[in-house]
């Protein structure tokens, strides 16, 4: 896990994944997309993974748990993504929660913390972040 908090951090990634077999991929996309595309094209890679992730608000937990990742680390997260991750006995170790994850321009919360707030089952949540990252393309 040290080494991949280490390229989270030297390399200046978004996200850096040790997949179960010990390939290491560094991400750079804003946002979920990254663990969306990975989760919808390479499910197997996120299956028992270690993640470092620079921000973890409840999408990216939702997407980690559906992808049933090992272990997380993060920098930031969301009180409500860290009690999704801990209801599916993922260990996380964390710098610092935040009750929410902010927009880009810190003016408000996050779209997508927004809409997942009040949902807790996986696959409604799965929904929600599908919909979401479609409506963007």
């Given amino acids: 896990m040290k080494e991949i908090i280490d390229l989270l951090h030297t390399q200046k990634c ?16 804003r946002g979920v997309a990254d663990l969306y595309t990975l989760l ?3 499910p197997q890679f996120l299956h ?5 992730d620079k ?7 939702a997407l980690m748990v559906k992808g049933q990742i090992k272990e997380l680390y993060t920098d930031t ?3 409500p993504a860290l009690k999704l991750l801990q209801a599916a006995h993922i260990p996380v170790e ?4 935040v009750p929410y994850i ?6 408000g919360w996050c779209p997508l913390e927004t809409r997942c707030y009040e949902e807790d089952s ?3 949540l799965f929904t929600i972040i599908d919909r979401f990252i479609k409506s963007k393309i």
């Fill in 14 to 29: 978004s996200c850096v994944i040790a997949g179960a077999a010990g390939e290491i991929r560094s991400f750079h996309q």
């Fill in 40 to 42: 919808c094209q390479e």
């Fill in 48 to 52: 028992g993974a270690s993640v470092a």
């Fill in 55 to 61: 921000v973890v608000g409840k999408a990216a937990a």
């Fill in 77 to 79: 997260i969301s009180t």
């Fill in 94 to 97: 964390y710098t610092q929660a």
């Fill in 102 to 107: 902010c927009n880009r321009d810190n003016t």
């Fill in 122 to 124: 996986i696959d409604i």
